[in-house]
């Protein structure tokens, strides 16, 4: 576990991965606890009750003997279409024992998303859950449900595997092109543990409780949050919310005693909207979006604490945060580099550089996925050398990394490249907007606009004077060449699963607009 130091600076030139020469997940984050001490909490299921590190163990146990029945070897893949549930995370330890690889998957994907990943795996079952979903039928393969298949009793071995053998097969979220699968070896847990831990302001803490309203099919809310939390001892909730709500999510923090929450940016829009405090967290984490100075004051006075925003990719997670134990939060940057993380940002020849360039992650870090999924090429174009490019642009401010956007987002309006989290940032602190989105929109004249797409509060007349008014909104706060020139009202985003703005899709709006 990390321990505060001296400085930031003290903890990154102190830490070492020393990762064991054979690791395996299952005995990680459940076998060594149950050993050690097995009458400890480890999920608080509502369905289930309470799990403790022997129940989870043992629930592992079965359903690693039942598939080892219906011959899932060393290096099969195995999907996990399930929600929130003790039995989730009894699904991929079991997978992780027998040496297989686990696929998290979405119970939202529609059945054309999930047929695209269980045939581009070659998955040999799914473990689901009672509800079922409508692709598994198309798929046609054998599926497993533990609530209603006789599971065997008795210990199964887990599989005798290294750090960099394969374990998780993650899809990433699609938001700039076809998902691809990127896969992880068993050091993905280690390598999501310092983050995890300094975004959580050293979490392990006495009567720390963790809990996120994030489906666990996302590396946000898998290895955020569930493994790093039976990793370290934390109690994990595990509370299914099908559709995010602050009533519900306001219960579910109150009921089950939470201390520490992983909140999507999405979610944290939402309570601000609806007025809503969280006194008694510990801590609060955000990542996937950047927040901006207005959602960190927000923080600051509706839940009691400085939200840490944190910084990665389905391919390397977890490799910048911000630490309010340590240092204070600066708007607009992801944070410093993670111990056992080494960032840069990169000019057009792939040299660090002190100005605006692409963010990018050496190799080494524990986190970092082994290759895409029978996608050697694609696995090429992701390195520069030794380094990984996040397909972010970014800029350093001492040791604070400023996150400017996609690469694919950065907007060239009149020779200025204009980032849209800033605009989103300003225009969320004008009280008519709930959410919004911004994007480049072609123009022959400029190269491109700014364009945004509102959502407004309910109740909050979409016309014309709301437009010009959020216009100068911009205008007073920002520089002139960044305000949106065009808005447009919505009724809603389109989002991932994971509830991020699906920016290809706004910019394909844009584009048909101008007659692209």
Not at 5 to 28: E, H, K, T, V
Not at 156 to 172: M, S
Not at 349 to 366: H, K, L, N, T
Not at 419 to 426: A, L, R, W
Request: aromatic share 6%.
């Amino acid at each position: 576990m990390l321990q505060p130091a001296p400085s930031w600076a003290a903890l990154r030139a102190g830490f070492d991965w020393a990762l064991p020469a054979r690791l395996n997940m299952a005995a990680q984050a459940c076998d060594d606890w149950a050993a050690r001490d097995p009458d400890r909490l480890a999920i608080l299921d509502p369905v289930l009750g309470d799990v403790s590190n022997a129940g989870l163990r043992a629930m592992a146990d079965a359903l690693a003997l039942a598939m080892a029945g219906r011959g899932i070897t060393r290096g099969a893949r195995v999907g996990v279409l399930r929600s929130q549930s003790a039995w989730t995370a009894a699904a991929h330890l079991a997978v992780w024992k027998l040496g297989a690889i686990s696929i998290p998957l979405f119970k939202l994907f529609g059945p054309d998303a999930l047929l695209t990943r269980l045939n581009d795996s070659g998955a040999a079952l799914v473990i689901g859950d009672v509800e079922g979903h409508p692709g598994l039928a198309a798929w046609g393969g054998p599926v497993l449900v533990p609530e209603e298949a006789p599971l065997p009793q008795g210990q199964c071995q887990t599989a005798d595997t290294g750090p960099e053998d394969p374990a998780v097969l993650i899809y990433t979220s699609g938001t700039t092109g076809a998902p691809k699968g990127a896969l992880h070896g068993h050091q993905i847990l280690t390598g999501h543990l310092p983050g995890v831990e300094a975004s959580h302001d050293f979490l392990g803490q006495q009567d720390d409780r963790l809990w996120t309203p994030a489906d666990w099919a996302w590396i946000g809310g898998l290895f955020d949050v569930l493994m790093p939390g039976l990793a370290l001892g934390v109690p994990v909730v595990a509370a299914r919310m099908p559709r995010f709500t602050v009533e519900d999510c306001l219960r579910i923090v109150r009921e089950s005693t939470v201390r520490n929450v992983f909140f999507p940016p999405t979610a944290l829009r939402m309570l601000k909207a609806e007025g809503a405090r969280l006194p008694g967290l510990r801590s609060v984490a955000s990542g996937g979006e950047p927040l901006g100075a207005e959602m960190l004051d927000w923080g600051r006075d509706a839940l009691g604490l400085t939200i840490n925003e944190f910084y990665g990719q389905t391919e390397c997670n977890m490799v910048a945060t911000s630490c309010a134990a340590m240092f204070p939060a600066r708007p607009g940057c992801i944070g410093q580099a993670v111990p056992g993380y080494e960032l840069a940002v990169l000019d057009g020849a792939g040299q660090p550089c002190d100005g605006e360039g692409d963010i990018a992650v050496r190799r080494g870090g524990a986190s970092m996925m082994l290759g895409y999924w029978n996608r050697p090429e694609a696995t090429a174009e992701k390195y520069r050398g030794d380094w990984m490019l996040t397909g972010d642009r970014g800029q350093w401010e001492g040791d604070f990394l400023r996150f400017v956007g996609r690469e694919d987002d950065v907007i060239t309006s009149a020779g200025y490249r204009i980032g849209p989290s800033e605009i989103e940032d300003c225009l969320l602190r004008h009280p008519a907007v709930a959410t919004v989105g911004v994007v480049g929109k072609p123009d022959a004249l400029r190269t491109e606009i700014v364009k945004a797409y509102v959502v407004p509060r309910a109740g909050v007349a979409a016309d014309a004077d709301l437009a010009r008014a959020l216009q100068d909104f911009v205008k007073e706060r920002l520089a002139r060449h960044s305000y949106p020139r065009e808005i447009t009202f919505l009724d809603a985003l389109p989002m991932t699963v994971t509830g991020k703005i699906i920016r290809k899709d706004l910019k394909a709006m844009a584009c048909s607009e101008a007659g692209q």
